[in-house]
């Protein structure tokens, strides 16, 4: 431990951001970098607990508790507080490979873990993690890794985080690895999903260009399944892992879903992401909200960056509509004790976009939508809500119930759908024959990750339903284990 009363010293500090008014004008990063100094201080806040709960990894009343790849916190806070930055990042390594990613778009379950949080503020684990790899890259330190060749195939489908994390570790003891992804970029929803100001697609590439340089081939704009069938990869290959994510988006079920105007969020932010790196937005092959009234119809991560990207576009208005309640501003103990997540009301960087461009909050509670109007041309018009409110039925579980007399109708020219994800596509699950659970995910049990169909195994949103990120990481990682151990008999993939 490097400073043994570092906690109570020092406040937490997480970095700067740009300001609203002024980050909306382009597409770069939100957050500023901290000092190294700054670091060093926030890594003497550790208090190195006898029982580390940011460890943890374990699912508590359905939420994360602790860090899913099990990252060894304490010691490379200890490590970044004694300047001893090339130990930290050799820590940092043995359980994560890909901390560039997790360190921007990570929620941070290690810190709703953290003991510290109990009583004060928890630890700044991921602007710490963030920094540590920031400046491995910047000292040259992260090379690419290849072990001694096996003469083994393996086929990975999808270079998502879950792909990325599988086919690196599989690499990495020697198997020959193919990447097939149907997009024109790798990284899935690395690359198309989260929007370039909250996790530069540099970063991405500079991953990639590693991988790569490691001997993992990539094959892009080839879709398993159509492009080629997914029984030719089992037979071309000793294994194939499906990372295929859960990429069957959740619609909504009103008058007027099918008027022109109306999109899932993951549309309009692929499509916003491609355009802006294959011409900068010149091409105009996007889905715009400029000048347009925008509703965003659910919440999460999600609805955040459809606010984020409608403000850049230069929307007229932008709101969003979340059937829940309104989150709580601190945490509830007697419902939602430490060391679960903490449930709790926060202002992501759309939201604080939008209250510095409009005055308010765009986000509405409590309301659901019962139809969507459109014009005379078919494009929609208006949304049409009503407040509700949440009670149990006769089975005790909770239902919404519309309020008589809270109607109202909001203007909508784009109306963005982020509601998540009902699954994995039905393609190659179809074409393999292979078993499906009651959410309809590829049946394949937690740490074997192997399905019903021989030398296939599964990881990622496509088994567990949509995710964290970090949680793909570590089941890739476990997933190429069970592969390897498939292959080999034993592996020393931990």
Request: include cysteine.
């Amino acid at each position: 431990m490097g400073k043994a009363t570092g906690f109570l010293e020092y406040d937490r500090k997480t970095p700067q951001k740009r300001p609203p008014l002024d980050r909306i004008e382009d597409w770069d990063e939100i957050k500023l970098a901290q000092k190294p100094d700054e670091i060093k201080i926030q890594g003497a806040r550790c208090m190195n607990c006898g029982v580390p709960f940011c460890h943890g990894g374990v699912m508590l009343n359905g939420m994360a508790s602790g860090c899913p790849v099990h990252n060894l916190i304490p010691e490379w806070n200890d490590l970044v507080y004694k300047g001893q930055w090339e130990e930290a990042y050799k820590r940092l390594i043995r359980k994560n490979p890909f901390p560039e990613f997790t360190g921007s778009v990570c929620p941070a379950p290690c810190e709703g873990a953290c003991t510290e949080g109990y009583i004060m503020e928890a630890v700044a684990v991921n602007s710490i993690e963030h920094a540590i790899i920031e400046n491995a890259f910047e000292k040259g330190w992260v090379q690419p890794k290849k072990g001694k060749d096996t003469g083994k195939k393996i086929a990975v489908v999808g270079s998502g985080p879950s792909g990325l994390s599988a086919a690196y570790y599989l690499n990495a003891v020697g198997h020959q690895v193919t990447v097939y992804e149907r997009s024109d970029r790798p990284g899935g929803l690395l690359m198309y999903g989260i929007p370039n100001m909250k996790l530069s697609k540099k970063v991405v590439e500079r991953r990639i260009a590693l991988m790569k340089a490691s001997g993992i081939n990539f094959i892009l704009n080839m879709e398993v399944g159509k492009d080629i069938s997914a029984q030719e990869l089992v037979d071309q290959y000793d294994a194939v892992v499906l990372c295929i994510g859960a990429t069957k988006p959740r619609g909504i079920e009103v008058e007027g879903k099918d008027l022109k105007g109306i999109h899932f969020a993951v549309d309009f932010l692929k499509a916003n992401t491609k355009s802006l790196l294959d011409s900068g937005l010149k091409d105009k092959s996007y889905i715009s909200a400029k000048n347009k009234n925008v509703i965003v119809i659910g919440g999460g991560d999600t609805g955040t960056d459809c606010v984020g990207t409608a403000i850049r576009h230069g929307c007229k208005s932008v709101n969003q509509l979340e059937i829940m309640p309104e989150p709580p501003t601190d945490r509830i103990e007697d419902s939602n004790p430490w060391p679960e997540w903490p449930v709790k009301l926060k202002v992501d960087y759309g939201q604080e976009e939008a209250i510095a461009l409009f005055g308010q909050d765009p986000r509405n509670y409590l309301v659901s939508t019962v139809k969507l109007v459109g014009n005379e041309k078919g494009e929609v018009a208006e949304v049409h809500t009503v407040n509700v409110t949440w009670a149990a039925d006769g089975a005790g579980r909770k239902i919404p119930l519309e309020i008589p007399g809270t109607e109202k109708v909001w203007k909508a020219d784009l109306v963005l759908l982020a509601m998540g994800f009902l699954g994995p596509e039905d393609t190659i699950p179809a074409e393999l024959k292979l078993e499906r659970d009651a959410r309809s995910n590829i049946k394949a049990d937690y740490e074997i990750f192997e399905t019903n169909a021989e030398k296939v195994f599964a990881a990622g949103d496509g088994r567990r339903g949509q995710s964290l990120v970090v949680w793909a990481i570590q089941e890739g990682k476990l997933a190429a284990r069970e592969v390897d151990q498939y292959l080999m008999g034993k592996s020393v993939i931990k």
